[in-house]
């Protein structure tokens, strides 16, 4: 049963996959928690690391843990490029938005219109520096803008000023010039002063590069816009350790630790260690751990490159 889904979801999604398309998957069962492939392309000289980061909606950082030995700006003509398109679903509950803040990367799980199958979105997502949190938990979508103008808070005005920079206008009108892109939706967390919106500067995308607002790139957040309403739930989480099933097959994906998270997990194989065996007494039930093997040299492997792309660590013995 579960080999013949995977197998007709892997074709699904095959056939629909546009590269230069949004990411939307068909959505799998509440026992799959996989979806999506990892695929490659070649590089050419015409192009850096990030232009093919952008055209296969992908993340700076995102680009670069999956390729460490391609030069970001230089790629070899011909070389390899690997595109991280599989991820792990978040733990958390399959509905409105799901931002995970470790991989900078935000989900969708729109709700199905009347004979559609359930579908996932996903996007790359630049997120607040240290200091400038992306603040978690759960918030909504309170309002929407198309062209919005800025008004540019005081903390940023005055870093601007003790880095020897210009303030920005009091008022940033809409247009080629406003750091918001062309479209926002404003959450409810931090009394409406955090933002989803577009950006002026792309390559910040899938980077700790705001403060505090949530960027995405140009063409997905025009996207997006139109299909979320206002009243959405948005959850911001942050989870670099991932874990998820497919039919008895345990996969892990790995991200780097949050500058401010270092001390968390100074220790990052027992941090996995400890994610891994609270993910199987709760999915799987106590009794049945023992049953799980997990292949050590492959995790450590995981736990060395923590590349972000989802890694087959065990199968059910059973």
């Known amino acids: ?58 993340g700076q950082v995102e ?9 970001r700006w230089l790629p070899v003509d011909g070389a390899e490029v690997i595109l991280p398109n599989r991820y792990i679903i978040p733990q958390v509950e399959r509905e409105g938005l799901v931002l995970n803040l470790a991989e900078m990367r935000l989900y969708y799980f729109p ?14 997502v630049g997120i607040g520096k240290m200091d400038w949190d992306t603040p978690l938990g759960k918030s909504k979508i309170i309002e929407k803008k198309e062209d919005p103008t800025w008004t540019p808070p005081k903390s940023i005005q005055e870093n601007r000023i003790a880095n020897g920079e210009e303030p920005y206008p009091d008022v940033v009108p809409a247009g080629p010039d406003n750091p918001l892109g062309r ?25 700790r590069v705001s403060s505090g607002c949530v960027r ?8 997006l816009f139109d299909k979320v309403p206002i009243g959405t739930s948005v959850h911001i989480i942050n989870q670099p350790i991932k874990l998820g099933w497919i039919a008895g097959s345990l996969f892990i994906e790995l991200h780097p630790p949050l500058e401010e998270d ?44 923590k590349s972000g792309i989802p890694i087959l660590i065990s199968q059910n013995t059973n």
């Open 111 to 124: 709700q199905p219109k009347k004979g559609e199958k359930p579908v996932v979105i996903t996007h790359p």
């Open 262 to 305: 270092q001390e968390k997990y100074a220790d990052y194989s027992t941090e996995v260690t400890k994610t891994i065996n609270d993910f199987l007494a709760e999915t799987t039930g106590k009794e049945a751990i023992e049953s799980i093997s997990i292949n050590d040299e492959t995790l450590k492997k995981a736990i060395l490159e």
């Open 63 to 71: 680009i670069l843990l999956a390729n460490p030995n391609v030069d």
């Open 183 to 207: 479209h926002a939706m404003r959450l409810s967390v931090g009394s409406g002063s955090y933002l989803i919106h577009g950006t002026i500067k792309p390559f910040g995308v899938g980077m």
């Open 216 to 223: 995405m790139y140009p063409e997905d957040i025009e996207t």
């Open 1 to 58: 049963m579960y080999r013949i889904f995977l197998l007709v979801f892997a074709l699904a999604n095959v056939t629909t996959f546009q590269p230069t398309q949004a990411e939307t998957w068909l959505l799998p069962p509440s026992d799959i928690d996989v979806f999506g492939q990892v695929t490659t392309t070649s590089a050419n000289r015409e192009e850096t690391l990030l232009d093919i980061a952008r055209r296969y909606d992908i």
